[in-house]
């Protein structure tokens, strides 16, 4: 081979040797979802499938229980550098996140998960401008997010009538603590792990969660009464979010590999939570747990309750100074209407909801340019 030939070949050589370099890269991940918790699997699974899928281009490092950030410290320790993506509940940090704190005002309405997964997630990546640059102020590229299963309450006593409620501490964010005072309880903001501790020491009376969190979140070692009567399921659980500059660092195809792989991901969570609900209240009830529903005044009140609170939901936006509160509600009653059609004409099986989650949603998001 003559000298040119060499010097063309290795520069060549080289070029390639250094775009392979560039394309490998880490997405650190913080969560502060205990480590036994449902979604953690679901989650190793979606970061595996990622790096199959950018032929090993992609690596992770996972990081749950609040070892690296805490759910208050997630959104700022991703904007900042500390974590690549992580787990958002702006409920956590409501003055830094106020848009999203203000969708935690409809889970009232989440009465279908499925439905709701679906409405949050089209709203929130593609019709909620205001959520959009919130998440840019963050330097965070929203992902993914689901509506959890219906929360009830967690007690340490047998709570049957409204007038139980009153005067005890109950765990309450957003419209939950609007609830909360409605009962004439008082509403506690703490993240759903540190309501075990607070459980156990006495400075909670009830938790609220999903059924699940008896086990998921060690409930069950504190509370031993659960209300079966549905509140809602929460409005907020951004499970994928990533910092815009990781975001932008990678390849096409590897943002691709990533949001290719996000409906089976947001699946996976969500029907674990249907299942785990179901399997929680057999498990449990041999060790003690009491799972009742409380006297019909309960259940008539929170039902009406949540259906008066929406007005209130968007006057409360306007007052901390949401942008578009009443364009945000209307968005969300459509995409409400919207997807309770798809399931209903579609089916509900996990196969069959992936898929519309995939088509309707995830593969709409932009992965050959810059966010």
Same mark, same amino acid.
């Given at each position: 081979?003559? +000298?040119?030939?060499?010097?063309?070949?290795?520069?060549?050589?080289?070029?390639?040797?250094?775009?392979?370099?560039?394309?490998?890269?880490?997405?650190?991940?913080?969560?502060?979802?205990?480590?036994? @918790?449902?979604?953690?699997?679901?989650?190793?699974?979606?970061?595996?499938?990622?790096?199959?899928?950018?032929?090993?281009?992609?690596?992770?490092?996972? @990081?749950?229980?609040?070892?690296?950030?805490?759910?208050?410290?997630?959104?700022?320790?991703? #904007?900042?550098?500390?974590?690549?993506?992580?787990?958002?509940?702006?409920?956590?940090?409501?003055?830094?996140?106020?848009?999203?704190?203000?969708?935690?005002?409809?889970?009232?309405?989440?009465?279908?998960?499925?439905?709701?997964?679906?409405?949050?997630?089209?709203?929130?990546?593609?019709?909620?401008?205001?959520?959009?640059?919130?998440?840019?102020?963050?330097?965070?590229?929203?992902?993914?997010?689901?509506?959890?299963?219906?929360?009830?309450? @967690?007690?340490?006593?047998?709570?049957?009538?409204?007038?139980?409620?009153?005067?005890?501490?109950?765990?309450?964010?957003?419209?939950?603590?609007?609830?909360?005072?409605?009962?004439?309880?008082?509403?506690?903001?703490?993240?759903?792990?540190?309501?075990?501790?607070?459980?156990?020491?006495?400075?909670?009376?009830?938790?609220?969660?999903?059924?699940?969190?008896?086990?998921?979140?060690?409930?069950?070692?504190?509370?031993?009464?659960?209300?079966?009567?549905?509140?809602?399921?929460?409005?907020?659980?951004?499970?994928?979010?990533? #910092?815009?500059?990781?975001?932008?660092?990678?390849?096409?195809?590897? #943002?691709?590999?990533?949001?290719?792989?996000?409906?089976?991901?947001?699946?996976?969570?969500?029907?674990?939570?249907?299942?785990?609900?179901?399997?929680?209240?057999?498990?449990?009830?041999?060790?003690?747990?009491?799972?009742?529903?409380?006297?019909?005044?309960?259940?008539?009140?929170?039902?009406?309750?949540?259906?008066?609170?929406?007005?209130?939901?968007?006057?409360?936006?306007?007052?901390?100074?949401?942008? @578009?509160?009443?364009?945000?509600?209307?968005?969300?009653?459509? +995409? #409400?209407?919207?997807?309770?059609? +798809?399931?209903?004409?579609?089916?509900?099986?996990?196969?069959?909801?992936?898929?519309?989650?995939?088509?309707?949603?995830?593969?709409?998001?932009?992965?050959?340019?810059?966010?």
């Amino acid at each position: 081979m003559k +000298l040119g030939q060499l010097a063309i070949a290795a520069t060549v050589a080289l070029t390639a040797g250094a775009a392979w370099a560039q394309e490998n890269t880490k997405i650190v991940y913080a969560s502060y979802l205990n480590p036994l @918790h449902i979604t953690n699997p679901v989650l190793t699974e979606f970061f595996e499938n990622v790096k199959e899928d950018s032929n090993g281009t992609i690596d992770y490092e996972m @990081h749950v229980g609040g070892s690296l950030l805490s759910g208050r410290d997630i959104p700022g320790g991703v #904007r900042d550098g500390l974590a690549d993506a992580g787990y958002f509940v702006g409920a956590y940090v409501p003055s830094e996140m106020p848009v999203d704190t203000y969708l935690g005002e409809f889970s009232l309405l989440n009465d279908k998960p499925l439905v709701m997964t679906g409405v949050l997630n089209e709203l929130v990546l593609f019709n909620c401008p205001d959520c959009e640059q919130e998440y840019r102020d963050f330097n965070t590229r929203p992902l993914a997010t689901y509506a959890l299963t219906p929360y009830v309450y @967690h007690c340490r006593e047998e709570l049957k009538t409204i007038d139980d409620f009153k005067g005890k501490r109950v765990r309450g964010i957003a419209a939950y603590a609007e609830l909360a005072r409605a009962l004439g309880a008082t509403p506690i903001n703490v993240s759903p792990d540190e309501a075990y501790e607070a459980l156990d020491r006495g400075i909670l009376d009830c938790a609220l969660h999903s059924v699940a969190a008896q086990k998921a979140r060690s409930y069950g070692e504190a509370a031993k009464f659960v209300i079966l009567d549905p509140l809602g399921g929460f409005f907020g659980a951004s499970t994928m979010n990533m #910092r815009i500059e990781k975001w932008n660092s990678l390849t096409p195809d590897q #943002r691709k590999a990533v949001t290719g792989n996000l409906a089976e991901m947001v699946t996976g969570a969500i029907f674990n939570y249907l299942k785990e609900d179901e399997d929680v209240i057999d498990e449990y009830t041999k060790t003690g747990t009491k799972f009742y529903h409380a006297d019909p005044e309960f259940a008539e009140f929170v039902s009406s309750f949540a259906q008066e609170y929406q007005d209130q939901a968007v006057a409360k936006g306007e007052e901390k100074g949401i942008a @578009h509160p009443q364009e945000i509600a209307d968005e969300i009653s459509r +995409l #409400r209407e919207k997807w309770t059609k +798809l399931l209903e004409e579609n089916g509900t099986d996990r196969e069959t909801y992936q898929r519309l989650l995939d088509e309707e949603i995830f593969s709409k998001i932009e992965t050959d340019a810059e966010y």
